[in-house]
């Protein structure tokens, strides 16, 4: 089921920033979604996108974007799926707004992602969360979220590891992204020769949604995880990619080629209904001693696998390793995108 007869008309709210962008050039071609409407703030709205929009990604502008008139957030589109990549500042009233009136919004932002009824979707990690929908009152409308972009990455390298071996704790270490902080040029001039060890409210993100993430729906409630996560997240000088040091205590004994293999045959539902955006192999695991590096490996797979390297016993917990994955395409609009995929393959959009 890769291509559709007739394309879905999807709009992105906050489709001027970085993240929005994103959603832009990944869903350009994409065989099922076709953008037809983009919203940002008064500042953007009235305008063609070529004018409202300051494009910084390598790739050209899509043609059938640049001369759509970006409108303000208002729940009066044509389009019924809207993916959000608006600041949370304005997130969370606009999604609800949007929720209300019937559209299916599937949102990058922190707002809604805690919400008891709120699926927090990995599509590889948890698709049966999805049934969370069924108990939001948004009438035909309803809210999905992507995880934080540096949970994303994790969860995907911890899950099949908690499925074999059980998770008893976990530490880390990012170091994040300048395009993780927003427009990127902005970000520049703060990050220029420098390190800063402060992302605010990401370190509580990092301790608490894998938790969610990794829960079980029992009795149709999510029961959440229950393992400790210790968080410290950094902003370093470097585009796109986000890397991560992990430390982890298992429940059950296993070897270093244990999680090698458990890393390599994990494949999940994308896969089995070969997703346009999934990546053929989520976890790309490799040997190579310096790897992996952003500059090398967040374009994996179109950036949507995860790669992950340098295993090692570790004397305080059991293992460390490091993970990367990039933090607009897997960890945002990419990742977003699956999402969307999986409710149309499951009936839900
Ligand atoms: P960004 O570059 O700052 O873009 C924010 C967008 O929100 C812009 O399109 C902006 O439009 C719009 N906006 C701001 N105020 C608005 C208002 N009052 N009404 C309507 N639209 C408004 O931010 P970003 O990095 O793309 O992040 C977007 C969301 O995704 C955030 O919640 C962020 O936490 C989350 N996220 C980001 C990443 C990442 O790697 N960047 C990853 C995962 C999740 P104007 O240009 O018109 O102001």
Redesign the pocket.
């Known amino acids: 089921m890769k291509s559709l007869k007739e394309k879905i008309a999807v709009a992105v709210l ?7 962008q994103k959603f832009i050039e990944m869903l350009a071609d994409h065989p099922w979604f076709e953008i037809r409407e983009l919203c ?2 008064d ?2 709205a009235g305008k063609e996108y070529q004018d ?1 929009v300051d494009w910084f990604l390598s790739s050209t502008l899509p043609s059938s974007v640049k001369k759509i008139v970006v409108k303000r ?1 208002e729940p009066n589109l044509k389009s019924k799926v809207v993916f959000s ?7 969370g009233k ?1 999604e609800t707004e949007f929720a209300k009136e019937g559209y299916t919004v599937i949102s ?3 707002n809604h992602r805690m919400d008891n009824d709120v699926p927090l979707l990995i599509p590889e990690v948890n698709p049966d969360h999805l049934t969370l929908i069924k108990k939001q009152n948004y009438g035909s409308g309803c809210i999905v979220t ?1 995880p ?2 540096s949970v994303i990455g994790l969860v995907i390298a911890l899950k099949p590891l908690a499925d074999k071996f059980g998770l008893e704790a976990a530490n880390v270490s990012t170091m994040q992204a300048i ?2 902080a ?2 990127p040029r902005v970000a520049n001039l703060d990050i220029e020769d420098n390190v800063i060890p402060l992302i605010k409210g990401e370190e509580d993100k990092v301790e608490t949604e894998p938790l969610k993430i990794l829960g079980t729906i029992k009795n149709e409630i999510l029961e959440f995880e229950n393992f400790k996560i210790s968080a410290q997240c950094n902003r370093v000088n470097v585009s796109d990619g986000h890397t991560e040091c992990v430390q982890i205590k298992l429940k059950r004994k296993a070897t270093k080629q244990d999680l090698i293999e458990a890393w390599q045959n994990f494949s999940s539902l994308p896969q089995e209904l070969n997703l346009p955006s999934a990546p053929y192999k989520p976890i790309h695991y490799l040997n190579e001693e310096k790897l992996p590096q952003p500059k090398y490996q967040r374009s994996a797979d179109k950036g949507m696998a995860v790669s992950v390297g340098r295993l090692r016993e570790d004397p305080l917990f059991d293992f460390k390793f490091v993970v990367l994955s990039h ?2 395409v897997r ?2 609009a990419g990742g977003a995108i699956l999402c969307a995929e999986l409710m149309k393959a499951q009936g839900i959009i």
């Open positions: 906050g489709a001027t920033g970085s993240v929005g940002a703030s500042k953007s409202a957030c990549g608006l600041d949370s500042s304005v997130a606009i990058n932002s922190k992507n934080n972009c395009s993780g927003g427009h933090n607009t960890g945002a």
